[in-house]
């Protein structure tokens, strides 16, 4: 009797069009980790959350997120909602007893509070079993052995970058880029799968590159989108590691040896860079 073979799987396809692309990064952080975020880049006091401050930057967040066209999920939108909501009821005045007192209501903020404190303490749990899991296993090294060795103990080594950090850096390079002089350039789009291509002959030429330094050749806000895009693609394609020295230091990115569990779209980058840029022979590396 013959067996039917089940049908193959389509392969995942490269949208290279901004219009086309959503990115979904399987380290995309939620709402909460957002939260959290915000509240350690300003130093603010977990139980006295400065509600309109916070608000005011995870909107503009929420709009940045829109802008890049990133796979934003609906508790995303319900956690806004939840801030205005919290935001509107802290300017109201608080309901008088009959005596002309100020009743004793239990503070809008504090079920948020305790929302954060409870996802932190599983984050740090869950982040304590991933170090011994990885520590165990003993794949994974540094990719700045090399320069800790030479800078010794005074060296600060670097941590593994997250969605969040890598948003405030991208901020910080719009930021920049309109106190520059206005530039008059044809309306012509670069594509996410050439960028990626770009990126990777910049990152072959040198053991590491900082963020702000893959921006240096554009000049428009829609190319600097794209070359936003094309590193978080070039995240989940597994073609690099993104790390930051300490928790505020320099965002810096390394290429890597792509792992076999990497995903393979039908219009590979990494194919497309490798048939364009063939290795040197021996008689060229000399």
């Known amino acids: 009797m ?49 509600i309109s401050l916070v608000t005011k930057q995870y909107l503009e967040y929420l709009d940045l997120l829109q802008e890049l066209n990133l796979d934003v999920a609906s508790e995303f939108l319900v956690m806004a909602a939840t801030l205005i909501h919290i935001k509107s009821k802290m300017l109201l005045p608080r309901p008088e007893t009959a005596a002309g007192d100020p009743t004793e209501e239990e503070d809008p903020r504090d079920a948020l ?15 304590m079993l991933h170090e011994k899991e990885t520590l165990r296993s003993a794949q994974w090294a540094r990719p700045d052995a090399r320069i800790e060795e030479l800078a010794g103990d005074d060296y600060e080594p670097e941590i593994e970058v997250d969605l969040f950090s890598l948003l405030s850096a991208f901020r910080q390079v719009l930021e920049r880029a309109r106190e520059r002089p206005p530039i008059a ?8 799968e050439l960028r ?25 806000r829609t190319d600097m989108i794209v070359t936003f895009l094309a590193i978080l693609e070039m995240i989940r394609l597994k073609l690099v590691r993104v790390f ?5 230091g320099a965002i810096r990115i390394y290429k890597r040896a792509r792992p076999s569990d990497a995903p393979h779209p039908i219009h590979d980058p990494e194919d497309s860079y490798k048939a364009h840029h063939p290795p040197k022979t021996e008689t060229e590396k000399e």
């Not at 290279?16 to 350690?40: A, C, M, N, R």
């Open 2 to 50: 013959n067996s039917e073979e089940p049908p193959a799987q389509p392969e995942e396809a490269f949208e290279s069009q901004l219009e086309s692309i959503k990115i979904k990064l399987q380290s995309f952080e939620g709402p909460l980790d957002l939260l959290v975020h915000l509240i350690k880049k300003h130093q603010i006091n977990v139980y006295d959350i400065p």
């Open 113 to 127: 509070v305790r929302r954060l404190l409870e996802h932190q303490q599983f984050k740090a749990a869950a982040e």
């Open 185 to 192: 350039l044809p309306a012509e789009q670069i594509s996410i």
């Open 196 to 220: 990626i291509e770009q990126l990777l002959g910049r990152l072959s030429e040198t053991d590491a590159c900082g963020f702000e330094d893959l921006f240096e050749d554009i000049a428009t």
């Open 244 to 248: 930051q020295t300490g928790g505020r």
